[in-house]
């Protein structure tokens, strides 16, 4: 029997949380015509109810039992807007195991459980959907499963946290070292307390995990992907690779190497000023997503804030109301193929390598030896001398990742170089 009417209950009354309540009380009219039936806010549980949240809400559906609302029959969809593992993959169990629909917006949760959920949804003929766990407001799920459904996917990859660009931007256009575009980003909301998650690629790696699993056709355990944050990107850094016409981003990469292999890392990359990515500042996010048939597409807008996080969830609700036969989308099984994910060491790249070096003859001289002798050829070179001390920076050409850690660890070996001050992937 199709329902006219559809109960939800939301369990988490934080930023996104109170932007899925604020739309769904303040859009209910539209939202009713475009979904076919009436969708009904039943519960908002939350630990703390009593704190504004810039939404005025009928105290009657405020609770701080997230459970009471799970164990009403009545609610359909439950909305779980909580972040992380705990509680949150426990209410996600329950619901699917009581029959209830569920849409969230956690990366971590689907990164670490998302085959158990959907398996959990499909044994109880409900569904899960996360559109928001990847790409905040961007619709790219939705993409990749239906719009781009008869291609396949060659390559994925983009900016994919806010934060990380955000700080990235703020280095670029001020000069500002890493900890003061931080402590910035954490006075606007834009990074948490302790920003690890962010700073250090955690949040990048559980989106490309799922991302890449719907892109391939494949599950990709977020462990086994490559993960190198911006925590040592410095305004030196930034600064050089201007010179050089570059700008530096945090990058999901994932990249289709024949039927059985895929390259996926996440690691900051200087990309040419040309290249479409290069503008997309401050919290913004950008997807490029390359496809047999469609060839290359972008996906741009704002991967986080309330609202614009909230309208990914909302889309979810509405696609669950269009479609609630109680199938799983199959599209979401990450389980089509078995591939694997390409080694580290095999991946090519051209790099930028900044040495802190002795002001003296034959450095570079010592340094191209080794270059030339790891089969690293060098696109372009340039030293700036501060007193005793000089920076020398190389461009590389292609090269594979393997021979180049190689020989720069055969550089910082030399008694000229005092530091490997940072060796950074550079080009698409």
Do not use: W
């Not at 080694?343 to 003859?361: A, C, H, M, Q, T």
Request: with cysteine.
């Amino acid at each position: 029997m199709v329902k006219s009417e559809l109960n939800i209950a939301v369990l988490g009354f934080g930023t996104v949380g109170a932007g899925v309540v604020k739309i769904l009380l303040q859009n209910g009219e539209l939202l009713a015509k475009r979904a076919g039936k009436k969708l009904t806010l039943k519960y908002v549980a939350d630990l703390n109810i009593k704190k504004s949240r810039g939404v005025k809400v009928p105290k009657d559906i405020l609770t701080t039992d997230a459970l009471k609302a799970l164990s009403d029959p009545a609610v359909d969809i439950v909305v779980e807007v909580i972040g992380g593992v705990n509680p949150a993959k426990k209410f996600i169990e329950t619901a699917l195991r009581r029959g209830k629909h569920v849409v969230t917006s956690n990366k971590e949760v689907i990164a670490k459980y998302g085959r158990e959920f959907i398996a959990l949804a499909a044994q109880n003929k409900v569904n899960i959907l996360f559109e928001a766990s990847a790409g905040g407001g961007i619709p790219i799920i939705n993409a990749l499963t239906k719009a781009l459904a008869g291609n396949n996917i060659r390559r994925i990859y983009g900016i994919v946290n806010g934060t990380t660009n955000y700080i990235l931007t703020k280095m670029y256009r001020e000069n500002a070292e890493l900890a003061a575009a931080l402590k910035e980003a954490q006075a606007l909301g834009y990074a948490e307390a302790d920003p690890t998650n962010d700073i250090d690629g955690y949040d990048v790696v559980y989106k490309l995990s799922i991302l890449a699993s719907l892109a391939f056709n494949s599950h990709f355990a977020y462990q086994d992907i490559y993960r190198e944050g911006i925590r040592e990107i410095s305004a030196v850094d930034i600064a050089l690779a201007r010179e050089f016409g570059y700008i530096i981003k945090l990058l999901a990469i994932g990249i289709a190497r024949g039927a059985k292999n895929v390259e996926l890392r996440v690691h900051p990359v200087m990309i040419p000023q040309r290249h479409p990515l290069a503008t997309v500042n401050d919290a913004f996010n950008a997807v490029f997503v390359e496809g047999d048939c469609v060839g290359e597409t972008m996906f741009y807008g704002r991967g986080a804030g309330e609202l614009p996080t909230a309208s990914a969830v909302i889309g979810d609700i509405v696609d669950l109301a269009l479609h609630d036969t109680g199938d799983t989308n199959p599209a979401l099984h990450f389980n089509f193929t078995r591939k694997k994910i390409v080694p580290i060491g095999s991946i090519n790249s051209e790099y930028f390598v900044r040495l802190k070096v002795k002001d003296e003859p034959g450095v570079l001289a010592a340094v191209s030896k080794i270059c030339a002798n790891n089969q690293v050829s060098i696109k372009a070179v340039q030293q700036k001398d501060a007193d005793s001390v000089a920076h020398l920076v190389i461009i590389t050409h292609l090269v594979q990742e393997a021979p180049l850690q190689k020989a720069v660890r055969q550089i910082s070996a030399l008694k000229q170089v005092l530091e490997v001050s940072s060796v950074i992937r550079a080009g698409l």
